[in-house]
């Protein structure tokens, strides 16, 4: 159940409550939290955590908003090199020397 879990491409989230809740049921005996943990880091899982998705956010705004468009590059002066500018796309986009 673990595995298959963690593997899973859907995401979700699992807790180490939902582990010993699971190994309450399953096995009747009950684990301190703490240990669970423990185990977990034995068995070779670690700590992830997603970033947070805005319950307003629109995929489709994000994806215009990370394609690069050719016309952010008009304003750059001629004779600034392509090599000296950098491009940090991230919650907006700069261009930078």
Do not use: C
Not at 13 to 20: A, E, K, Q, V
Not at 55 to 63: F, G, I, N, R, S
Not at 79 to 87: A, E, K, L, N, R
């Amino acid at each position: 159940m673990l595995s298959d879990t963690a593997k899973s491409k859907s995401g979700g989230r699992l807790t180490g409550l939902d582990i010993r809740i699971d190994i309450l049921t399953d096995f009747v005996y009950l684990f301190h939290l703490n240990h669970i943990y423990k185990i977990l880091h034995k068995l070779g899982f670690s700590w992830l955590s997603s970033r947070f998705k805005h319950l307003e956010q629109d995929d489709e705004v994000m994806v215009s908003f990370k394609t690069f468009q050719l016309s952010t590059t008009v304003d750059i002066p001629i004779h600034v090199s392509p090599t000296g500018i950098d491009i940090w796309i991230q919650d907006e986009a700069h261009i930078g020397q």
